[in-house]
């Protein structure tokens, strides 16, 4: 298996891709710690791990919280042999409200769980994987910040195009220590974020797409896989579309 003795941290793991980029990450022999700030649903994807036949601990995550972050990192050292080789920055919160309505409060809470999340999670594991001399990230932008969103507010939009440049920089950055890091823009997905959007656009979106669907976690957490593993190891900084042929270019 590609992952056997790797560590991995996921963030944003009780539903939807998260839980998918889990499940598939340690049925590659990797051994998981899951991280959201929805607990149960974070334990609930631990237990399907398990019954799987693979390795994972829940972990109740803010990842706009440094000191949650750095409880998260020291977690996976002390519970998985003292490593990190691969982190998924996959925790995100969307909203669309006309940006004249747009309160700062909700600007702030939307981009620090998008952007100075992976910011943070970046910041806590890169030392260690500087120190073994490699290690993977990979971050979940989304189509939105290629297109400027066909459902997303402004604050949603910009913080994914804040993670498109933070891949790209620490891709730069990190290449001279061994650590690959890339991104994937998923198009619109079927999972509970989109739950509530009315038919007709999720319609229009699977008839604009050539492929004829929306996204299924599991075409993201076989993406996740493909970045995670060595099979990428000479691609960095980039991000990758994962929408069915909808934008590409
Ligand atoms: N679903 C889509 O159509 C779509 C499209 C493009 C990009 N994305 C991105 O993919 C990622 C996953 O999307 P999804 O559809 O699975 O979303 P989802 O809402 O189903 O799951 C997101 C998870 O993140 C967790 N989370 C929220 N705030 C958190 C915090 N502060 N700390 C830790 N965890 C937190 C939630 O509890 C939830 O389990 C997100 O980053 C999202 O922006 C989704």
């Avoid at 009780?14 to 929805?38: C, E, K, Q, Y």
């Avoid at 943070?120 to 290629?146: D, E, F, W, Y």
Wanted: charged residues 20%; glycine residues 12%; aromatic residues 4%.
């Amino acid at each position: 298996m590609e992952f056997t003795g790797q560590t991995a941290i996921v963030t944003g793991v009780a539903r939807g891709f998260g839980r998918a980029i889990v499940r598939r990450l340690a049925r590659g022999g990797a051994r998981v710690v899951a991280g959201d700030i929805n607990l149960p649903g974070a334990e609930e994807t631990a237990a399907l791990v398990k019954s799987d036949g693979g390795e994972a601990t829940a972990f109740r995550l803010d990842v706009a919280s440094a000191e949650s972050v750095q409880a998260m990192v020291d977690l996976a050292l002390s519970t998985y042999g003292n490593r990190v080789d691969i982190l998924v920055n996959n925790a995100g919160i969307w909203k669309l409200t006309p940006t004249e309505d747009t309160s700062e409060e909700e600007w702030d809470r939307i981009v620090n769980v998008n952007l100075k999340g992976p910011f943070l999670t970046c910041r806590a594991v890169v030392p260690i994987m500087k120190r073994q001399g490699r290690g993977h990230i990979v971050n979940i932008a989304s189509i939105a910040a290629r297109n400027g969103g066909t459902m997303a507010g402004i604050h949603y939009v910009a913080s994914k195009g804040g993670v498109l440049a933070l891949t790209k920089k620490l891709g730069k950055d990190l290449g001279k220590y061994g650590i690959v890091v890339n991104g994937i823009n998923p198009g619109t997905g079927q999972t509970e974020m989109t739950a509530d959007w009315p038919r007709t656009t999720l319609e229009g979106i699977i008839k604009g797409t050539p492929l004829g669907r929306l996204v299924e976690p599991e075409d993201i957490a076989d993406a996740v896989a493909f970045l995670a593993s060595d099979a990428a190891r000479f691609i960095s900084g980039e991000t990758i579309e994962v929408n069915g042929g909808l934008l590409c270019d």
